[in-house]
């Protein structure tokens, strides 16, 4: 079909407005105390928990060790990415009509550059996160860092931290599938 790589480009720019309908990550801490685990949602727009008061007990277990207080209002990622996501999508919308393979191609990988860049932004979060401890916080453990897993699990004192992409990443990654699809059907249809 004609039209096919261009609705399949258009889907997967469109797609990207799902990762406000699902949390993008999601890490747990499971504990002998939380057997169930405590999990936070990390969302394009927010944060939040699988019950409410998630964000007050990670706070109040954070402060044992010296970690800073989550408070979303004051991480600035959430107030750009939804911008970044929206852009992305229009701008991706509007490439789908213009019908251009190239412009299509710059896209996806734009898309993969943000996304890599969206993670080391994650990573250099986390790690500030997870080192650098008030001196006055009522444990120590000398030499020891609280940092989660980027991707993985990995044991804090007595906490197993569990951090991987959730439901909302999928979005994603159908924005950048599509993408190179629509990009090399094009491509062949032209070939002809």
Same mark, same amino acid.
């Given at each position: 079909m004609?039209?096919?790589?261009?609705?399949?480009?258009?889907?997967?720019?469109?797609?990207?407005?799902? @990762?406000?309908?699902?949390?993008i990550?999601?890490?747990?801490l499971?504990?002998?105390?939380?057997?169930?685990?405590? @999990?936070?949602?990390?969302?394009?727009?927010?944060?939040?928990?699988?019950?409410?008061?998630?964000?007050?007990?990670?706070? /109040?277990? #954070? +402060?044992?060790?010296?970690?800073?207080?989550?408070?979303?209002?004051?991480?600035?990622?959430?107030?750009? *990415?939804?911008?970044? /996501?929206?852009?992305?999508?229009?701008?991706?919308?509007?490439?789908?009509? /213009? #019908? #251009?393979?190239?412009?299509?191609? @710059?896209?996806?990988?734009?898309?993969?550059?943000?996304?890599?860049?969206?993670?080391?932004?994650?990573?250099?979060?986390?790690?500030?996160?997870? +080192?650098?401890?008030?001196?006055?916080?009522? /444990?120590?453990?000398?030499?020891?860092?609280?940092?989660?897993?980027? *991707?993985? @699990?990995?044991?804090?004192? #007595?906490?197993?931290?569990?951090?991987?992409?959730?439901?909302?990443?999928?979005?994603?990654?159908?924005?950048?599938?599509?993408? *190179?699809?629509?990009? *090399?059907?094009?491509?062949?249809?032209?070939a002809?």
């Amino acid at each position: 079909m004609k039209y096919m790589p261009k609705i399949i480009f258009i889907i997967g720019a469109a797609a990207l407005l799902g @990762t406000f309908l699902a949390p993008i990550w999601r890490i747990t801490l499971e504990a002998p105390q939380y057997p169930q685990g405590v @999990t936070m949602y990390i969302w394009i727009n927010k944060l939040d928990g699988a019950e409410r008061g998630t964000l007050q007990n990670i706070n /109040i277990l #954070n +402060h044992y060790v010296g970690m800073k207080m989550i408070e979303p209002e004051s991480i600035p990622e959430l107030k750009y *990415f939804p911008k970044i /996501i929206i852009g992305m999508a229009v701008m991706g919308v509007l490439f789908g009509f /213009i #019908n #251009n393979k190239k412009l299509w191609l @710059t896209w996806g990988i734009a898309l993969i550059l943000l996304g890599m860049l969206g993670i080391y932004d994650f990573y250099l979060w986390e790690y500030d996160y997870g +080192h650098n401890l008030a001196p006055d916080a009522p /444990i120590k453990v000398p030499g020891m860092a609280y940092q989660p897993p980027l *991707f993985g @699990t990995k044991m804090l004192l #007595n906490f197993n931290a569990i951090s991987y992409p959730h439901y909302g990443s999928i979005f994603i990654g159908i924005a950048m599938i599509f993408s *190179f699809l629509a990009f *090399f059907l094009k491509k062949k249809q032209e070939a002809r």
